[in-house]
């Protein structure tokens, strides 16, 4: 209870924008979640995906490869599938398709990431603003008040100023980190679909010449 009641008196002491900066930071930890939730189904272990795949296109079982595909929502598989249902035609028909449905899937790889950075960026800018209420509050109070009551007005002034920039960078920070983490997953996905659909292009290609 008392560190609710800590936490409250933070808040309140802060002014308005404490509030603002949290609306802030909650609906960044919403994107949050959803993106890692998103990003987590996406994912596969690109090379043993790759590698089994890489065995039934050897043993000439194309079904077999589009059903390990069709068994994950993940999406290098997605991509891959599609390469593989035109198998039997040309190169260039083959990364044709494989290319429009990595157009299709990559853009809902970095959805809504960018308003993580916004948010980080909110944060810190409404921190500002709250320190410069609390200067202002600060300054505008002492000029007009009785020298026994300076001191307190001083201090309501400074609180609001230093809480809201510690709260405005603290948010910040936090957002900026795990917009890292999920970029960085996203951008591994990315580099798989490049890499794996490259060689499995190569490899039905290669595949025909041997046939």
């Known amino acids: ?3 609710i009641q800590a936490t409250i008196d ?5 002014g308005i924008f404490m509030f603002v900066i949290l609306f802030v930071f909650t609906f960044a930890v919403a994107v949050l979640v959803e993106r890692m939730k998103k990003l987590r189904s996406m994912d596969v272990d690109g090379p043993s995906f790759m590698n089994e795949l890489q065995r039934y296109i050897l043993s000439n079982d194309i079904q077999g490869a589009i059903r390990v595909c069709s068994g994950s929502q993940a999406a290098l598989p997605r991509v891959l599938k599609s390469g593989l249902k ?4 040309s190169p260039e028909q083959i990364q044709n398709a494989i290319d429009a449905t990595a157009l299709e ?3 809902k790889l970095e959805q809504r990431l960018p308003y993580l950075s916004l948010c980080a960026n909110l944060s810190t800018l409404f921190g500002l603003l709250g320190t410069i209420q609390g200067l202002i509050q600060s300054f505008a109070g002492l000029s007009a008040a009785d020298p026994t ?7 309501a002034g400074l609180a609001v100023a230093m809480y809201t920039t510690a709260l405005g960078l603290g948010s910040a920070i936090i957002i900026m980190v795990f917009h890292a983490i ?4 996203a951008e591994k996905i990315v580099g798989e ?13 290669t595949k025909k010449v041997d046939d």
């Open 182 to 185: 999920l970029a960085a997953k």
């Open 1 to 3: 209870m008392s560190f």
């Open 10 to 14: 933070f808040m309140v002491d802060g």
């Open 193 to 205: 679909i490049d890499e794996f659909s490259v060689k499995l292009s190569d490899l039905l290609g």
């Open 105 to 107: 899937i990559i853009p």
């Open 86 to 89: 035109r198998a039997s035609q």
């Open 149 to 155: 009551q300076k001191a307190e007005i001083l201090s």
